[in-house]
């Protein structure tokens, strides 16, 4: 079974720009969760999906978003970027909710 | 509000030294706990979980955990470490009810094991 997948892997850009960033989970798993890695916070939760519905949410501002498809592949998106963004992207898939947790490789997001 | 506090940041061992590796966490209800592991260049993985029964499990490579309800605590252990356990260590509480659940981490504990 291939794993989760991410794209891109890694990501330049500018403050106030937005990006998107796309996971693709196991087959079979209806959860995604994402999280936020830096070196100072560890692992932050960011959202968790299942069936198409946000289900849970970090404390994390409004400039972060995200969806997932019918497919359950999810995308998350951070519009306004700042510095403080710049942040190693987990994404992270389960069977059910609640369950072990499949992580991605991340995407490693860099804001100039 | 609910948290997860791993003790030890960094910790050092020379091979076939013993290891544990501290985890509490705060919540009064019904918990799933998980020990995740991150070797250098490698995506997280689970190494063991806990969700109900034997409070002491096993997972790979030879490393076990202990749930202490009383004590909030699911530590882990192993009795001989080896070079190849370098790495970083999260504990992980996923709390909640049945169709809402939140994922806390710890903030990791970074293992280097001296060969």
């Known amino acids: 079974k291939a794993g989760v997948t991410q794209t891109p892997r890694y990501l330049i850009k500018t403050r106030g720009q937005q990006v998107t960033l796309s996971c693709s989970p196991i087959s079979g798993h209806r959860s995604v969760s994402w999280y936020q890695q830096t070196p100072g916070q560890g692992l932050q939760f960011l959202f968790e999906y299942f069936s198409e519905t946000q289900r849970n949410k970090g404390n994390f501002p409004g400039r972060f978003s995200g969806r997932q498809f019918s497919n359950s592949r999810s995308e998350m998106n951070v519009s306004t970027l700042e510095l403080g963004d710049s942040a190693l992207y987990l994404c992270a898939s389960s069977v059910i909710l609640g369950d072990e947790q499949y992580f991605g490789p991340g995407t490693r997001l860099t804001v100039t | 509000a609910q948290s997860v506090s791993q003790h030890n940041h960094h910790v050092i061992l020379s091979e076939a030294a013993s290891l544990e590796l501290g985890c509490n966490y705060s919540?009064?209800?019904?918990?799933?706990l998980f020990w995740y592991v991150q070797y250098p260049g490698q995506h997280l993985q689970l190494l063991l979980k806990?969700?109900?029964?034997?409070?002491l499990v096993k997972g790979i490579k030879g490393f076990e955990a202990e749930f202490i309800k009383s004590k909030f605590s699911f530590n882990l252990r192993k009795p001989s470490v080896q070079w190849s356990d370098t790495a970083e260590y999260f504990c992980a509480v996923n709390a909640g009810t049945s169709g809402t659940y939140k994922y806390i981490f710890g903030t990791g504990t970074r293992l280097k094991v001296l060969a």
């Open positions: 806990y969700f109900s029964g034997d409070p």
């Open positions: 919540y009064g209800g019904t918990v799933n």
